[in-house]
């Protein structure tokens, strides 16, 4: 892994890579000026997402956070958030478009049958789903999409 300064995300870096035992500025070294994305500084996807129809024609829609860090730890509870404040947001496709975007404080929502009705006229028979945690200052993190039969 290449240590990365966030002074440096998105700014174009010379890298050299020298035959063994050489100097960086051999002639013989391969020379690449690369801009390094910052995917890795940002925020997992959430895991196992699911979806299932619960009484009433509601939809209980839930996913497992995943650390950047610190998450194989093999005592009890779960492991850090990696921000301060837990949020996600979910949004709710049909196809390209989006029908409901929600931001929620925790691993879980509540998709209302009035809303599934506000939304797609009646309640759907699948769910096209994409959830991903949000930083401290409000970007979202890599996103787990997925479409769920119900």
Known sequence: MLPQNQSEWGEALAFAAPPFGAAANDARAAAETLVLPRAAARLWAPAHLRARRIAGGDVQISWIRCAKSGGDAWGAGEPPVGAIVESYRLHILHGVTTKRSVT????????????QTADFGSPPGSLRLRVSQVADNGAEGLNKELTITL
């Open 104 to 115: 929620v404080p925790g691993p879980a929502y509540l998709y209302t049958s009035a809303d």
